[in-house]
């Protein structure tokens, strides 16, 4: 992609990144980035129509910040009633959700959560959506119940 270059990404996260489609437009996604440790959590808009099909990062959306300081993983879950995604990351000791819809990307549903978190480990979300487990690189676990309605 010839606007690909300095893309906000780092090969030490430990998830660095998720993608999700735009859903007014096919031929669009959404890059969702996070850095390594604290570096804050960044999208970018792909075109897929540009470049003879092969895409494009829209300028005007590059490495467009939505939160400084977060941790280096990050994880999507479709909402419950298929209109939308969840991206989720954390800071300190919240977790962040945002929903990207038809409208776009809404602000982030803050959740404080009871433990401290490291900034390097992986979060996922179960199957159903219900559920995200954080785990850390020095073998902590942590399971939390995601309301993925609101």
Request: aromatic letters at 10%.
């Amino acid at each position: 992609m010839p606007n690909g270059l300095g893309v906000n990404c780092d090969e030490s996260s430990s998830q660095g990144g998720v993608a999700v489609k735009n859903l007014t437009n096919p031929n669009k996604y959404y890059v969702f980035s996070v850095l390594s440790a604290t570096g804050g959590l960044y999208y970018s808009e792909i075109d897929m129509s540009f470049n003879f099909g092969l895409g494009d990062v829209v300028a005007a959306t590059k490495n467009t910040l939505l939160l400084p300081g977060v941790g280096e993983q990050i994880t999507a879950v479709e909402n419950c009633q298929g209109t939308g995604t969840w991206i989720i990351v954390h800071s300190a000791n919240n977790m962040y959700a945002y929903l990207v819809t038809a409208s776009g990307i809404a602000a982030p549903v803050v959740s404080p959560i009871p433990t401290i978190l490291q900034y390097v480990g992986q979060l996922s979300a179960s199957p159903t959506g219900r559920h995200i487990a954080y785990s850390t690189y020095k073998g902590g676990a942590s399971l939390y119940t995601f309301n993925n309605e609101t």
